[in-house]
């Protein structure tokens, strides 16, 4: 820890408080976490490096406590209300040339921002066999007060929610041999779930919607770019994503620094972020057994993605995922892909801790559960309803359920 951090360090200990219990290097690795990060110049130079672009000045910001835990889920802007813009809620793209990989709504003063995000819903009704229905809200992405003119002819959309961040360690330690052997491209076993391993550079992507980053490290360190325009060893830019295009930006002020290797976050504080998050348990974890609604879990399918229980490091864990990729279908595709991942194809979501109440983790801030990729669903059933492609099969079979099936189902998911 270089000295001039630790003033810092020491002051954000202290507003974090009692909840920031254990070991000393965990509470600095959740001071970095909760840290507002401010634009260079600044007087300690442990805290600036802001920018120039970015979606928020923290990753508390996007990954608020929940619950009583910090690293919880983002919420996406509420239909209807043109002004909120959510939480945690960004704009991925597919590399557009003056706007790059992402849409960033905030800048430091003198540089222009990106623009807004704006959202359209349409509502589609579903019939369920048995005469009943429910309504499924369709989002339209776009951009307003474009702050350099017009995206790219070929640029698209892809937009994400910040989910929650706890667990992630676990899934860490899932070996890759694991991942692999349930990979089946060719849907050779005829289940109709085919599958196969995000990959990254020769390693196995694990984490993000898309499985787009093997470590924690990488995660952390595109986060820090991406998001909050800081650079690390591992992405050394500091104008994080301005592209040449956007001169002003590329020219601003930064806080790369000879003392911190050269960039704005050194390998000491990156690996400290590293730690809390790595041992930062899921919220889940307890939940009674229910043997019937396991069994239901499987015969609808679900439990062919959704894997009640991975081998990692000697432990099992109950995280509902094969870390694989799937073709969700078209109601849940876009056109950004990442790493191997098509735009058609997303990580299945671990399921642990939906929990409402005790793991906040699935609900947003207005305490609505805001489900898949970039939030949409509005419960469980939802969720399940926008299931396609490769999951379809299990989306038929739930919809042919009887309704008390259905709602012990979305019961079990709930309690994982
Ligand atoms: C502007 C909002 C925003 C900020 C700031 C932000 N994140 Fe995120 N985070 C997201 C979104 C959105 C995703 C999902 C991205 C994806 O998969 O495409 C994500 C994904 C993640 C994941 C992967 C979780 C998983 O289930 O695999 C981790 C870990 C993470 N963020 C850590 C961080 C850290 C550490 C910081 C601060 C350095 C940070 N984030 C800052 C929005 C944000
Ligand atoms: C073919 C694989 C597959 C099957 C089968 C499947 N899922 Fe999923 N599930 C996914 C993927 C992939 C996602 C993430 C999709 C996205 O975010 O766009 C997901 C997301 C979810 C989510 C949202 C989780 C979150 O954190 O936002 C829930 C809830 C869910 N699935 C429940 C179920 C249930 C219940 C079933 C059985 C009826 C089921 N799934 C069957 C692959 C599958």
Redesign the pocket.
Known sequence: MRPSLLPAVAALTLLTGAAAAGSLDDRIGRAM?ERLWVTAPASTQATDGLGPLY??R??A???PASGGLPGGR?RPPTPGDAEDRGV?F?L?LNEDPVYGRQFHTLATPGIPAEGRVTVAWKDEKVAYPDGSSAVLSRPDYGTADLGYGALAGGTSLSA????A?RG?GLLERVAEADILALEDPDDRDGDGVSGRANRVGGAVGR????A?HPT?TR??AE??SL??GLSTPLFPDHWGDCTPAQVACREAKHGDSPQFEGVEIPTTILAL?DGF?RRLPPAGGDAPDDPEGAVLFAATGCAACHRPSFPAGGEAVAAFTDLLLHDMGDGLADAVP?AEASGREWRTAPLWALAAGRAADATGTNGNLALLHDGRARSVEEAILWHGGEADGARGRFMELPLSDRQRLVRYVLSR
Do not use: E, Y
């Open positions: 976490f979606t928020a923290s990753c910001t996007c990954h983002g945690g960004v991925r994400r929610l910040a989910p961040v992630l984490f993000g919607w898309k787009a924690l995660q952390n986060a820090f998001d909050i972020l998050l990442a």
